[in-house]
Structures are given as structure tokens and as C-alpha cells.
């Protein structure tokens, strides 16, 4: 703890001033939700969930421009639920609203205009992009194996246009935790 305490003081944060949040986010199957989990474990605090995953594990149908917005104010609500959960200042997300952008824009052409305000609006203090470098694992929530490359250029575009403060997270097992 003191050694993100330190380096987050670096960044110009220090511990007992606010609550700092990290979203852990990227393309599909790189990991995201194991890192979110160990880096919570890690530092003592709670993992906010990526509310997609329980919305469309029951859905049996294409997802549509509207389940992409219920998915959005299910990601805000959960977030904002467990922020008070948050120990030691810190609150750790898998995956955060642009990721509704992303998706939106891929398969819709379009992202909301709710959305796009919420993203003008967004208050992470870092961002972990996971790379690709892990193996693809098959799951029925995930659509786009052969896109892996295509996807973290976007998310590589989309953080910078955010102006967000980002590193790329490569390596396997103890040692993708270690980087993160």
C-alpha cells in the first residue's frame, strides 16, 4: 500500500484527499476481470464488476441499441453503489463506461448522447489497458476473436481523446499483476 501510496503521489495525489479510482479496461479476453480482482485482493479494497456480464449472461438475443443503455446506467449504478465500499481510498473497476461507447459505435454506428456526456464527465484517476498478448479464451459473452488488434487501437484512441492517464499492461500471470 505505502508503494501506490507513493507512486500515486507522484501523480499528484495523495491517499487521504479523495477517493482514487482505477478502470482496468481493454479488448475482450485480456484479462481485465482477473486483474481487477487480484489488484483489489492486492490493496485491500472491492473490484467494481462489469455490469455487462450480468445483463446479457440472460439474454437470449442479439443486444440492441437499448440493452447498451440499460447497460450503461447498470455501470453507473453499481459503481456508484460500491464506491462506499472503497477501503483505503481506492476503488478498482473492470471496465467503466467507454466501454459502452466502443461497443456502441462497432456494431450501431452510433454511441448515445447520454453516453458521450457521461464521458465528458468521467473521474478516473488512471486507466490499465490490458494488452492482448494473453491467449484468446472462448466465452459466449465474447464475439470478436479476430479483432483483438483492431479493438485496442480504438481503445488506445479513445483514452487519448479522453486525455486519460494510461498504461498499456502486457506479461502473464504474476508477473501482468506486477506490471499493473
Known amino acids: 500500500m505505502l508503494y501506490l501510496a507513493l507512486s500515486l503521489e507522484i501523480f499528484g495525489y495523495r491517499m487521504q484527499d479523495k477517493l482514487i479510482k482505477i478502470a482496468v479496461v481493454g479488448p475482450e479476453s485480456t484479462g481485465k476481470s482477473a486483474m481487477g ?24 438475443r442479439q443486444y440492441t441499441p437499448e ?6 446506467h447498470g455501470q453507473v449504478a453499481i459503481e456508484k453503489a460500491m464506491a462506499p465500499l472503497a477501503r483505503n481510498n481506492l476503488l478498482i473497476c473492470d471496465t467503466m463506461i467507454l ?13 448515445p448522447q447520454v453516453v458521450l456526456d457521461a464521458l465528458q464527465k468521467v473521474d478516473y484517476d488512471y486507466y490499465l ?33 479522453l486525455g486519460a492517464r494510461y498504461q498499456v499492461v502486457s506479461g502473464f500471470g504474476d508477473i501482468r499483476l506486477k506490471n499493473a
Open 129 to 161: 489497458l490490458m494488452d492482448i498478448d494473453l491467449p484468446w479464451v472462448a466465452d459466449p459473452l465474447r464475439d470478436f476473436p479476430n479483432d483483438r488488434e483492431y479493438f485496442m487501437d480504438v481503445w488506445h484512441q479513445e483514452l487519448q481523446a
Open 99 to 111: 466501454t459502452i461507447k466502443i461497443w456502441c459505435d462497432h456494431l450501431f454506428g452510433y454511441t
Open 37 to 60: 480482482e487480484a489488484l483489489a485482493t492486492h490493496f485491500d479494497t472491492v473490484c467494481v464488476p462489469e455490469f455487462a456480464r450480468f445483463y446479457c449472461e440472460g439474454l437470449n
Open 67 to 72: 440493452d447498451e443503455l440499460a447497460i450503461f
